[in-house]
């Protein structure tokens, strides 16, 4: 058996699988390494499809095994208080590279079925740490509706993957999109054209891709 199987509710680093695990998901030793190695000290802040974006973590393709691991041990809805701790570490970098917006919201990056998923966490921790409003301004479209889209009024791919969840009555200052991790940026990209109608739009994630 592969030791991280093993070890898996077992309160043990799911990375190592030694015990003596932290609210970061990771043992001392395995945290330290995390963010010696994997720290976006000089790039926190970047511009992604246009969009600035705020990142903890970048993740170089296949040099990093602990984001690896670590990425898919928070998806989904049981990392609570693993993404309280990250929630804590990204703002304290936040705050260095700016003060978040007087009139800001944030806005998670909403989960199939309306769940209350690894975005929604992060998003809900950030909140209660800033005093920043979390709202649930988007939705995403299901198959069938992005379909019926893209053949009525010749939508792309960009505009059809979410809509805003109501029609936007309040402005805000910033809308802070929040995921977990930025790949392509096209999730970004989708977001962005919608929620500019509520602010000018950031996004936030715990890790960026290269
Ligand atoms: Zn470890």
């Not at 998670?108 to 301004?137: E, Q, V």
Request: aromatic share 12%.
């Amino acid at each position: 058996m592969y030791p991280e199987l093993l070890s898996i509710g077992l309160n043990t680093c799911i990375h190592c699988g030694s015990f003596g695990f932290r609210p970061s998901l990771l043992c001392f030793h395995c945290e330290e390494l995390l963010f010696k190695t994997a720290f976006n000290r000089f790039s926190f802040s970047r511009e992604v499809k246009m969009v600035t974006s705020l990142s903890l973590f970048q993740w170089q393709k296949d040099r990093n095994r602990i984001l690896n691991r670590l990425s898919l041990a928070l998806k989904g809805q049981r990392q609570q208080r693993a993404w309280e701790y990250y929630a804590e570490r990204f703002l304290a970098e936040w705050l260095k590279s700016e003060f978040p917006g007087v009139s800001a919201v944030l806005v998670p990056c909403p989960a199939i079925n309306g769940i209350k998923d690894h975005a929604y966490w992060f998003a809900d921790s950030l909140s209660k740490l800033t005093g920043i409003p979390m709202r649930m301004a988007l939705r995403r479209l299901d198959a069938k509706e992005q379909k019926r889209l893209k053949r009525s009024e010749r939508q792309t791919s960009i505009e059809t993957k979410f809509a805003l969840s109501e029609a936007p009555i309040e402005k805000f200052s910033h809308v802070y999109f929040v995921d977990d991790i930025i790949t392509t940026g096209t999730t970004v990209q989708a977001a962005q054209f919608h929620l500019k109608k509520l602010g000018h739009v950031k996004a936030i994630s715990l890790i960026i891709r290269e």
